[in-house]
């Protein structure tokens, strides 16, 4: 009763602040020392009793509530510098004129560069220049993005103009000068970075919610290419260890109900604690993964120490990555490009999406994977104001999802014994006033959560998770050739990549024993659970 009694002179005092803020505020504006005094006065008297009652909670309190804005404020940005930025007409001497047409309504006019040359880690600048023929809506927001030829991606959305003079301010005929300075990825391979931009309205997903062009370059995700730094002065990053997971199979039929409780699991071995991924914050709780496999899924089961387990999102293919996630890429013909990724969040919601060539580039979010799951959740996934301990989840994707709209993949399914796919899982952590924080089963940089080259390897098992013991004959005679798919190319194994052992069995790496040598999970009859298929 005390708690919610000071709870609400919290609010009231804080509501009262903010009527005595404004009246502090004109009154010192207008300079009238009477009527300062006065607005100082009662604001104190406003505050004496609640301070009387518990100075010390009340503090507290009022930290807790609507005092204080529920995540980062907006940067702000000086009127003077918005005005500085907006022009009447375009500068003679700009580096590159261009002439974009966004649906009729924006035009892209060109840039200026003065960062050519680029190094990774280090900083670069451009100058956009856009005018508005007629203002598109609030609801539009101006991207970019910077893509290598090695699958490296950024976003670069933000700029102080777009924070500070959004869509939802500009006028026809507006000239808008967007400075944008950014910082290249360490982790940069290629040696190049281009640069493209477009608009896209705010909620939606996919090329589809991007402003379509109607004159100008485009690419097929409805950008506008509009610089090529040139990179210097990096290597390749060294690449994670690269780690072979034997799956074993199934020796019975999965439940996929969140709990994992069959035999087979104990024989799965565990993964290391996830890592935090490279250049972000740490995650700061333990994450662990087991795999198995029969002839018509592939099975995982994600283990999450979670003291604020939280998402909003509860509908097939929400954002799910911007708040508390599991996600999973599975490359499974290893070549680096098509591939599919899957997400499951704490309320068992599902995102899924297929990508043919790379992230940045054309991609599917339309495509809808047959993938089963259930979570089980100790503590609540709807609260911030309580503290929770663990979520879990298990996932059975069907074999033939790994080819994505492919159907012509050359993978074999279901697979032979000593068969390799690549793959990563990936949590995503989002604490209620910080960034989204991440972790992954192969180390990742917080720039890329796919980065298709750190996948670990998986091989697949027999049911005590070996691989038979090749005969002499088997020495000496190639394995059996995967069975040809029409029109399908040969697929050559990424370089680097480890060649199976000609006897014996390969010895497991990096893992820890299986979840029966652990900790016994919290008794599940005090969870909650969801399942959906």
Known sequence: MMVRALSQRARYFCQCLRAHRLVLRLAACSGDSKRLAFALASTLTLALPVMKIASFALVALVSLFSCVEKGPPDKKVDEAYIQANLLSELPADIDNAMQVDFGGKVLYLGNSVSTKVLSPGGAGRIVHYWKVVEPPGADWKIFAHLNGPSGDWLNLDSTDMRTGYPSSKWKAGDIIRDEQKFALAKMWRGKSALLSVGLYKKGGQGTSARMPIIAGPKDAERR????????????????????????????????????????????????????????????????????????????????????????????????????????????????????????????????????????????HFEWDSKMKSAVVVDGTSDSRDDTDRSWNVEIAIPLEDVKGMNAAMPVRLPPALGDKWRMNIVRGEKPKDKGLAASSWNPITIQDFHALGRMLTVEFADEEGELPVPTQRSRTLPPPPVSPVPGASSVPVPSGEAVPASTGSVPSTGLVPPKDKLAPLKDPSSTKAKAAE
């Open 224 to 363: 506008t290419p509009v610089y090529t730094f040139v990179v210097k002065g990096g290597s390749m990053p060294s690449q994670p260890k690269k780690t072979v997971y034997r799956i074993p199979k199934a020796s019975e039929p999965i439940v996929i109900d969140g709990k994992a409780t069959e035999a087979s699991w104990k024989v799965a071995p565990m993964s290391p604690n996830f890592s935090d991924a490279e250049g972000g914050r740490a995650v700061g709780a333990d994450t662990h993964a087991q795999l198995l496999w029969d002839d018509n899924f592939l099975y995982a089961f994600i283990q999450i120490s979670d003291k604020d387990i939280y998402s909003q999102f509860k509908n097939q293919d929400d954002t799910l990555w911007k708040e508390d996630v599991i996600e999973l890429f599975i490359d499974a013909d290893r070549n680096g490009r098509g591939y599919i990724e899957l997400q499951v969040n704490p309320n068992n919601a599902h995102f899924d999406a297929w990508f043919p060539i790379g992230r940045g580039q054309k991609h």
